[in-house]
């Protein structure tokens, strides 16, 4: 039994729109034949033999990624494994990269955090999206048994052809829900989850998003880097709006979009007289489920946001006070594994005074293996008696500094 306090049915502004009929668009269909809502279901080897119960939507009132990932993760592990559920939210700004992927190579974390925008791991694989109000994230999660990849993409794009009037979408080679424009493909992201029952396609819609700031969020400072991870498969990008069918001025909204693919959902896995869709509100101030919280607690962890990054290497140059410098490095679950600095010393320093920073910076890198990669959290201090005088101390805080504004 699910909790009831996530049972509570839609009360929202835009939850209560895929209920009503709009002027715009068509309100739900049930009208497929039992025969034609099968053929419309994912064509796999237990097809006919699983019998699915009653279609759900949960349609999130929160904003907070955390919680949205940790809540979608929860609904795959928990609700009936022969239900169909759809999940649709939208985030704050952030950026949201793949559970096996590496954040420094797909963004640059320490200027995301100036311009205030939290970096989020998920649970799935796939590549780094950016998330924003224009954005809507969809998640249609199913029996492990009825999973293709291809089934959630051609839901969502035949909702918006159908629905929305947008004639260009389709679904590539890849399963990405697509834009045609000519001979050029323009993406919206998805990524899959399979667990022992059940199974996910969840993707992210651009509406309204701005593509100027996913451009800048989405921008690595690490040219150098070579990492085990998995890396993003960059493609064009577009939104919705860009697309607008002629017939209309009006804009795409979230809760056209809520509309249209709430509608083709029901359309596929609800029946009128015996599995009738039912739509949820959810509401992060009524969820009081430990498993969703502890989710979340565990999303925001250094250990998950940085630490699931696998093995990598860089290597980084720059010209500081005292002369040239360059570091080569690898790094462990984000931990330093291996340092060196290397010096080239300004055109009229001696050779004995060259030796002497050398040997410094020798001490230096020991001493930052086994700090976390780009923060070098505890990093000052000193390295031992030789290294004492005040000269030394600014010297070592002017490479960390330099590290941590370069990593």
């Known amino acids: ?20 009929e709009s002027h715009a668009f068509r309100p739900f269909s049930t009208s497929l034949s039992r025969k034609e809502q099968k053929a419309a279901q994912p064509q796999t080897a237990a097809t006919d033999s699983i019998v699915l119960s009653a279609p759900v939507t949960y349609i999130s009132e929160s904003h907070d990624p955390w919680f949205n990932l940790s809540y979608e993760d929860w609904l795959l592990r928990n609700t009936p494994h022969n239900q169909p559920v759809l999940f649709l939210y939208r985030n704050f700004p952030c950026v949201v990269i793949g559970r096996n992927q590496n954040p420094w190579k797909e963004t640059t974390p320490h200027k995301l955090r100036e311009a205030g925008i939290p970096l989020v791991r998920r649970r799935s694989g796939g590549g ?13 999660i199913l029996p492990r048994l009825l999973f293709t990849r291809s089934h959630g993409a051609e839901v969502v794009s035949k909702a918006i052809r159908e629905r929305l009037g947008i004639k260009e979408c389709t679904v590539n080679e890849r399963n990405d829900v697509i834009i045609k424009d000519g001979e050029k493909e323009l993406k919206m992201s998805s990524a899959y989850k399979i667990i022992q029952h059940r199974a ?22 690490s040219p150098n880097m070579e990492t085990k991870s998995i890396l993003s498969h960059r493609s064009p990008v577009t939104t919705l709006n860009h697309y607008l069918p002629s017939t209309t001025q009006k804009a795409i909204h979230h809760d056209d979009f809520v509309h249209a693919v709430t509608s083709e959902f029901s359309k596929i896995y609800a029946n009128q007289s015996d599995k009738k869709m039912e739509t949820r509100e959810v509401n992060s101030d ?15 962890s250094w250990e998950w946001q940085y630490g699931q990054t696998p093995e990598f290497t860089n290597s980084l140059e720059g010209e500081l006070s005292f002369g040239s410098i360059s570091a080569s490095l690898s ?10 600095l290397h010096l080239t010393p300004t055109l009229h320093e001696t050779t004995e005074s060259t030796s002497e920073k050398q040997s410094f910076l020798d001490s230096l890198a020991l001493s930052l293996v086994g ?21 030394w101390r600014e010297l070592g805080n002017e490479i960390i500094g330099w590290l941590r504004k370069v990593m």
């Open 1 to 20: 039994m699910l909790p009831q306090a996530i049972l509570r049915p839609c009360s929202s502004r835009f939850a209560a729109s895929v209920l009503c």
């Open 128 to 140: 780094t999206v950016f998330h924003d109000m224009g954005n809507t994230n969809f998640s249609i």
């Open 200 to 221: 996910y396609h969840h993707g992210t819609m651009l509406i309204s998003s701005s593509l100027s700031e996913l451009g800048k969020s989405l921008k690595s400072s």
């Open 286 to 300: 009524w969820i009081k489920e430990p498993k969703v919280w502890k989710g979340v607690e565990e999303l925001k």
């Open 331 to 340: 790094a462990r679950h984000a931990v330093i594994t291996a340092l060196t």
């Open 371 to 391: 700090h976390r990669y780009e923060s070098l959290d505890g990093a000052e201090g000193a390295l031992g008696h030789a290294w004492e005088e005040e000269k």
